[in-house]
């Protein structure tokens, strides 16, 4: 929260007839002799990254992290103690170690009432506007391959004692905020995200709903691009020992994240930890919290705040100890991370009058090998009418009973796991079944090219058209320039209602349209991939 700012087993390379060496390695490795053994990144080719902050540049940081903040060393008050003496040596070297390493590098922060430099209550509101503004525009100049900034951090717990100079609270309640995000807009370039970050906002529906307040009070102004949520242990559970003991339902820490993601604005937590002395303690509520937002569609992204013993705000909340061993929690983030992000459905949801063999649609999830879907007559799954495992993102299911309500979920596999269920969505049967051909009995009256789904797409997705009579069909895919990439479709077809599969695997992403033409009528629709 604030005062921070103050101040998978191991692997072991065998040796080929020396058995006897290995095992004095790992001996040495478990006594904390050696450092341990080198992995990749643990979220390296994942859709979302995983990463620390960093007081100063750290051997071992490139070994489990792939994205860099800066803990005190980008803050106003560690930079410039003194007007115009700047100390920027700290935060050149984290920059920079970011930038070489093609890792995301968020600043922090630009404005935030906690720790500014004393000299700026010292100046009139003018001399505070043109400080603020000179502050901002020399950080975005010196660090222009910056991904976010954290604009205002904790605009509810710590204001600036100089917001007047911005704005005041004004007719909005927060014209200080806009003012400053309007300044990081003008001064970064194009392309830095700008984030507002705040603490202890998930456990209380009111604080999320002020929160969401807020920050459609940036987004309408064009101001936001995504939301950070601090995730620090005590926003949701006391550590062991403390007083006074609490501990949130994560029922309503989902719920309020649900909440914020349903803002469209993609979400950032931006200071994770688990402050545990005990080991077992701290990989028990890693198992509890850290899905609660790696598993949130909506969360592009997690920050440690801190890894090593003895370098961290949080004293136990450290993942590696001083001698270069991990904590039991790093193989089981390893093991977890590897496993395959939940798929998202797409449809059917709250639906009525689905054909008895519905077409299920769901994302793909990044390294999936498989997925097992699931439906049953009871939102438990106590049992289930359909369990199977396929490698499509869409199955058309064998007859149910008709006039019923279903609940079907699907997840996730590779050769590390499976991930854990999607969401359940439900709908209801009529009494049709899908030919192939026509959903319906009638013979359609006219010509019809449907939005394809799911949209975006990544790789496949589904085109569904209907023809009134007896022609010619074709359909096309084009991209931007018009130019034919594929053709579907090309034959003669009964009156009917149709659907087909397009699989863009071999496309790059961005729009693309498709056209269907059917004797003299022709129509388009756009589409996305995105990879």
Known sequence: ?????????????????????????????????????????LAAGKSKFLGSSMRSVRSNFATYWNQVTPDDAGKWGSVEGIQGSYNWTPLDNIYNYAVTNGFRYKHHNLIWG???????????????????????DTVAQRYPSTSFVDVVNEPFHAPPPYLNALGGTGSTGWDWVITAFNLARQKFFRGVKLLINEYNVLQDNTVTSNYIRLIDTLRVRGLVDGIGIQGHYFEFKSAAGT?????????????????????????YISEFDINEANDSTQLANYRIYFPLFWEEPGVKGITLWGYVQNDIWQPNAYLIRSNGTERPVVPWLRRYIAIPLP???????????????????????????????????????????????????????????????????????????????????????????????????????????????????NPTTVIRYQVPEVSQVRLGVYDILGREIAVPVNEKKAPGSYEVKFDGSGLSSGVYVYRLTSGQHVESRRMMLVK
């Open 1 to 41: 929260m604030s005062q921070h700012d103050d101040n998978s087993a191991h692997v072991y390379q065998k040796h080929a007839g020396d058995r006897r060496w290995s095992i004095f390695t790992l001996l040495l490795c478990m006594l904390g002799f050696l450092s341990s053994p080198s992995f990749s990144q």
């Open 343 to 457: 798929p998202v459905f797409v449809s059917p949801d709250s639906t009525i009058g689905e054909p008895r063999n519905p077409l299920l649609v769901w994302h793909r999830s990044a390294t999936a090998l498989s997925y097992r879907v699931q439906i049953s007559d009871n939102a438990g799954f106590s049992s289930t009418v359909v369990d199977t495992t396929l490698i499509d993102t869409l199955v058309r299911v064998n007859a149910l009973a008709a006039n019923t309500m279903f609940y079907w979920r699907v997840n996730a596999e590779n050769d590390s796991g499976a991930s854990s269920y999607s969401a359940t969505a439900q709908f209801t049967t009529g009494d049709q079944i899908f030919t192939g051909v026509s959903e319906r009995e009638t013979t359609p009256t006219r010509f019809l090219l449907s939005q394809n789904y799911p949209n975006p797409f």
């Open 243 to 267: 007083t006074p003991v609490y501990s949130y339902p994560t029922s309503t820490l989902k719920s309020n994240l649900h909440r914020l993601a349903a803002t469209g604005l993609p979400i």
């Open 114 to 136: 906690q720790q500014q430099p004393g000299w700026i209550t010292t100046l009139d509101s003018a001399g505070q506007r043109a400080a603020v503004e000179h502050w901002i």
